[in-house]
């Protein structure tokens, strides 16, 4: 099957994607997303947020991953990180009960600048 085919950028539902898999590059599992963050005044993706660890939901971390460090495989029904578990594992996380103030602009900047993407907003 050709990239193409495998790889797709095509709209999708939000709810669709609660659940997906994370695999990193080497097809190990990271988590799965657990939001889509949307910013209302752009209307741009701007974070699928991510567990990891944990079991049964207990102990996990959740992670703000710029939604253009994904890639999704159709094949697979899975997104695509190029990052390595022991990477993630020092990435800015959060618990479910503490989520960061996603409309301050360092914490913000630091993701971007972690995954080494370009902030959506600029």
């Known amino acids: 099957?050709?990239?193409?085919?495998?790889?797709?950028?095509?709209?999708?539902?939000?709810?669709?994607?609660?659940?997906?898999?994370?695999?990193?590059?080497?097809?190990?599992?990271?988590?799965?997303?657990?939001?889509?963050?949307?910013?209302?005044?752009?209307?741009?993706?701007?974070?699928?947020?991510?567990?990891?660890?944990?079991?049964?939901?207990?102990?996990?971390?959740?992670?703000?991953?710029p939604f253009t460090a994904f890639e999704y495989n159709v094949a697979k029904n899975q997104y695509m990180l190029d990052i390595s578990k022991e990477r993630l594992q020092t990435a800015p996380g959060f618990d479910a009960d503490n989520w960061p103030s996603m409309a301050d602009e360092k914490w913000n900047r630091d993701v971007y600048k972690f995954y080494a993407r370009s902030p959506y907003w600029e």
């Not at 994370?22 to 657990?34: A, H, R, S, Y």
């Open 1 to 65: 099957m050709s990239q193409l085919q495998v790889f797709s950028s095509s709209p999708v539902k939000a709810s669709s994607m609660i659940g997906t898999d994370v695999v990193n590059t080497k097809g190990e599992n990271l988590g799965d997303v657990k939001e889509v963050v949307i910013d209302p005044r752009s209307g741009k993706v701007a974070y699928a947020v991510v567990s990891f660890g944990g079991f049964l939901g207990m102990g996990e971390k959740l992670f703000a991953v």
